[in-house]
């Protein structure tokens, strides 16, 4: 798919092909959940907007974009789904200052459109179920990235906020739990510390016990890994990165790809904000070119995840002053 596409230049176009991803048995009453073509109508005329359907079950009228991320957008429908191509196709994303340029919107428009996306493209992880299984390999690691909104403050140290710099300095940084399964996907967490407790919980709700674990030396998953069919480490301290398939190569894979696109391309995310950040990046990673998943691909199977995901920009403001 390129740029010049009829989707990404005319508002008809960019409405029939969103009809044929979401609706491709014909439409759906998002109200109702009514399905029988016979009892939806297609609104015509000069008095009715384009792509207008009115349901006889419930009597109520929709478009394609109802029960969307997309939903009482003011903004024509082909412009958001060249917005959803740029990210979708861009490795390390794409700012809201370039989406702005190239949408011709406003900055603040941009930053709304590409958050709205973001929440589109968060994956459905109970209904996936999870990663790894019966001969399978599982790499689990934590990173930290930016500077924590609210300092960490250690309840041993009656207040004091911990200022401890250097390898130990973590504590000050915002901490990220991934999950990889080789040739599979990836699951990423945003959460306040890295705990045992915390990488526990995250490990055995998403990662299969049947599979083969292997982590770095850190203490985090010494006692989790035994509940698992196989853990073996390698130990970066003492310049150890991997011994036979022991690495943990492909979790820091995805962590520089993260951390390159967070740097190089956003800049500065708030801490409120991250997991959406995360889930883009996850959605990429699912649906690499590695796993022959192509760009016109990638992005018709986000068109097919924006139902039920709506996100107003009040929602977004709470998050950013939580």
């Known amino acids: 798919m390129k740029l010049d596409s009829p989707i990404f230049q005319d508002a008809d176009a960019a409405r029939v092909h969103l009809e044929a991803q979401r609706w491709p048995n014909g439409p759906i009453c998002p109200h109702c959940g009514n399905a029988n073509e016979t009892r939806i109508t297609k609104m015509e005329g000069k008095a009715h907007r384009p792509g207008l359907y009115n349901c006889m079950e419930c009597r109520e009228q929709f478009t394609v974009t109802v029960g969307t991320v997309f939903e009482r957008s003011k903004i024509a429908l082909n412009k958001w789904l060249l917005a959803t191509f740029l990210m979708t196709s861009s490795k390390k994303g794409m700012s809201a200052h370039q989406l702005h340029r190239m949408l011709g919107v406003t900055y603040k428009t941009a930053w709304f459109m590409a958050h709205r996306i973001r929440e589109a493209m968060k994956e459905d992880v109970k209904s996936a179920g999870p990663l790894g299984g019966e001969g399978k390999t599982i790499e689990a690691d934590e990173t930290y990235i930016g500077k924590r909104d609210v300092p960490y403050i250690s309840p041993s140290r009656k207040g004091r906020p911990f200022l401890k710099k250097g390898k130990g300095g973590g504590a000050q940084k915002r901490t990220v739990v991934s999950l990889v399964e080789r040739g599979g996907s990836v699951r990423s967490f945003h959460v306040e510390h890295a705990t045992k ?19 770095d030396e850190s203490r985090l998953y010494t006692t989790t890994g035994e509940e698992y069919a196989k853990h073996e480490t390698v130990n970066h301290s003492r310049n150890e990165y991997a011994r036979g398939s022991v690495h943990t190569n492909t979790i820091e894979n995805v962590f520089s790809v993260f951390k390159r696109g967070m740097i190089g391309v956003y800049q500065h ?35 097919a995840m924006i139902e039920g995901k709506r996100l107003t920009y009040r929602r977004i403001g709470e998050a950013s002053n939580a």
């Open 197 to 215: 407790a915390v990488v526990r919980d995250i490990l055995v709700r998403n990662a299969d016990r049947s599979s083969t674990l292997y982590t």
């Open 269 to 303: 995310c708030g801490e409120a904000h991250l997991h959406r950040y995360l889930a883009e990046f996850d959605f990429r990673y699912n649906r690499r070119a590695a796993l022959k998943v192509s760009d016109t691909e990638r992005h018709d199977q986000l068109l």
